[in-house]
């Protein structure tokens, strides 16, 4: 068998879920969406598996575990394998250690690499608590079952279109992507203060001044596909990170900062893949009632059933 047949692992999907204890106040009020009492992790899992995921894999803090695995992680193990990795303050490379005060995680690139050893096949990175529709996990599946051994590893990102990813209700930060002409990611610029502006966007700065978006630009959601090799791209940056700002009590390692890094240094290709399905997330406690509104929509649509796991 020649090595562009060797059959490859299903991807395994990374759902990053080591802030929601604190963000919910307790795993068990995570807040029903759908007509049955789905969560948006529900559909987030569904899409996956449909796509052709074959795993899942849960990073969370260590203290909530028992909790997590009770409340959520049971409930797919019925439907597919899945595992869990574990963001620790103090999973640090040798030589540092946590500074004094510092009760803050390390940010989104620690989160990943704290699944370094679980995870050893190409995987997707999803945040736990965002709804992202089903046209990126294909994509990304697609993505990452195309790689073969005698290929260097091209990582991929799924983009959004601005408008699609706004809150009616408040500003929102968006990574902000530049793309190349061939479709590669040359970097993400992190702007605070976007707020909807007819069909279009805006930022105004503390001066008042203002800055127009036409909607069109293509944002980063945190929805990542990635060889495995990362992993060794990631730790490099989070040891440069520490020698940094490690004693700072409050700085955090951005996963889109990381690969910016490894783009710049001729480490990582990025394949931009993008979707034209809305973004929900609840940024402010007065979106909820649009995404549950937005999933009754596409039900009605016919892209989910009305019970997700009848």
């Known amino acids: 068998m020649s090595h562009s047949q060797v059959p490859h692992a299903a991807p395994t999907l990374l759902v990053l879920a080591a802030g929601m204890g604190s963000r919910y106040g307790g795993l068990k009020q995570i807040d029903p969406v759908g007509p049955a009492g789905e969560a948006i992790m529900d559909y987030s899992i569904y899409d996956a598996l449909r796509a052709g995921f074959g795993k899942v894999v849960f990073v969370i803090r260590r203290d909530i575990e028992q909790a997590f695995r009770e409340s959520i992680g049971a409930h797919f193990e019925q439907r597919i394998p899945v595992d869990y990795a574990f963001q620790q303050i103090d999973d640090l ?51 990452l079952a195309s790689g073969t051994p005698d290929h260097a590893p091209e990582h991929a990102m799924v983009g ?11 500003s929102v930060a968006r990574g902000l992507c530049s793309v190349s002409p061939e479709g590669y990611l040359r970097g993400v610029v992190e702007t605070i203060g976007i707020e909807r502006d007819g069909n279009g966007a805006r930022t105004v700065d503390a001066q008042g001044r203002v800055t127009p978006f036409t909607g ?34 409050k700085a955090e390692c951005y996963l889109p900062s990381a690969v910016t890094a490894a783009i710049d240094a001729g480490r990582a290709r990025v394949r931009v893949l993008s979707s034209q399905d809305a973004w929900f997330g609840v940024t402010y406690r007065e979106d909820r009632p649009r995404v549950v509104a937005s999933i009754r929509e596409l039900i009605a649509a016919g892209r989910y059933p009305e019970k997700l796991w009848a």
Not at 160 to 170: A, K, P
């Open 160 to 170: 959004f279109v601005l408008r699609n990813t706004l809150s009616d209700f408040g």
């Open 216 to 249: 069109d630009e293509i944002v980063s959601m945190n929805m990542w596909g990635f060889a495995p090799c990362v992993f060794d791209d990631l730790a490099a940056y989070f040891r440069d990170f520490l020698a940094r700002h490690g004693t700072d009590q």
């Open 93 to 143: 490379p040798a030589g540092f250690s946590v500074p004094a005060g510092r009760t803050k995680p390390w940010g989104t690139a620690h989160a990943i690499l704290a699944a370094r050893n679980v995870v050893r096949e190409p995987f997707a990175v999803i945040n736990a608590d965002d709804f992202y529709g089903a046209e990126g996990y294909r994509a990304l599946a697609a993505h």
